[in-house]
């Protein structure tokens, strides 16, 4: 029986990037199969206004999702900074299971802590404001209740927008919060942590409590290329897709 577990994010799949919905369409039809679960952890796409929203290629990829889940692969979706209003409509037309924004599984005998990563980030404390604000019910229920057509144009311009910010903001602040990444592993009493987000792919050793420890931060997909942290009984090895 096969237990590879494969793990990705942030893909920022939209219609201005056909190169990385062609690739994660194959991904999901000849290499996902193969395994027992994939684990997406957090911005499929480069920005969600909502379940309603079947704009190209939203369709195609809910459909090959839902393809790949009926034939018994299980896939567990966080959602990431850029489309954390992905919601229960998707879970239900693509058959996946939406994870907590810090979900602890047993990868093959070892507590692991999963998550987007954009929580760790706690020096960029701008974005950690508009993260709390816009996590809440009523700004949520606020902006989906727009009509389809505004809210397309709102992302559009939050795209523009977050472009130029990041442009200003020093790369420091956007990284990881070393102190913050302890913390939330030792509440967890996990060892192992895998995450996305902040496009540095690595694997870093450390300690926590004397103990050793290890967070592997996954790559972004872009037209050029795209990894898959692959793990299986015997360990994890990176596979280029």
Not at 121 to 139: G, M, N
Not at 203 to 221: K, N
Request: glycine share 4%.
């Amino acid at each position: 029986m096969n237990q590879e577990i494969l793990f990705i994010s942030d893909l920022h799949i939209s219609l201005e990037k056909p190169e990385i919905t062609r690739r994660f369409l194959s991904f999901l039809s000849d290499r996902a199969p193969k395994a027992a679960a994939v684990y997406i952890l957090g911005d499929l796409f480069d920005a969600w206004i909502g379940d309603d929203d079947f704009t190209p290629p939203n369709n195609t990829i809910r459909k090959q999702l839902k393809q790949l889940t009926d034939s018994g692969t299980q896939v567990y979706l966080q959602q990431g900074n850029r489309d954390f209003l992905l919601g229960k409509r998707f879970a239900k037309d693509t058959g996946v299971i939406l994870l907590d924004e810090y979900a602890v599984i047993d990868l093959h005998g070892t507590p692991t802590l999963l998550t987007h990563g954009d929580l760790l980030c706690t020096d960029d404390r701008p974005y950690q404001a508009f993260r709390a604000k816009s996590h809440t019910l009523e700004w949520q229920q606020s902006v989906l209740s727009k009509p389809l057509f505004l809210r397309l144009l709102a992302a559009r311009w939050y795209r523009v927008r977050s472009y130029f910010h990041k442009r200003r903001k020093s790369q420091d602040i956007m990284d990881v919060n070393q102190d913050t990444v302890i913390n939330v592993m030792r509440k967890r009493r996990c060892l192992r942590l895998i995450h996305g987000h902040t496009h540095r792919p690595a694997i870093h050793d450390f300690e926590i409590d004397g103990q050793p420890a290890q967070r592997f931060v996954l790559s972004a997909w872009s037209k050029h290329a795209a990894e898959v942290l692959c793990w299986n009984s015997n360990g994890y090895h990176i596979e280029a897709i």
